[in-house]
């Protein structure tokens, strides 16, 4: 568990330099999507899902 908190930080702080830096390259999309699987893989996943899930239901429910 110490080895996946340890690549979430690294690649999720490699992720956002790179997202303020310059443009989103396929160099910076394969870092993105390693820290994705991290994420995936770790135990906050859930409370993630569920988030996600609660947000498209708020969303879901605006009238317009």
Aim: one cysteine or more; a positive charge; charged letters at 10%.
């Amino acid at each position: 568990m110490i080895l996946s908190i340890s690549g979430i930080v690294l690649f999720g702080t490699i992720a956002f330099l790179f997202f303020r830096r310059d443009g989103l390259k396929v160099s910076h999309a394969i870092v993105c999507a390693l820290f994705g699987f991290y994420i995936a893989g770790s135990s906050i996943a859930p409370s993630i899902t569920a988030g996600g899930a609660s947000l498209a239901s708020l969303l879901g429910g605006l009238k317009f």
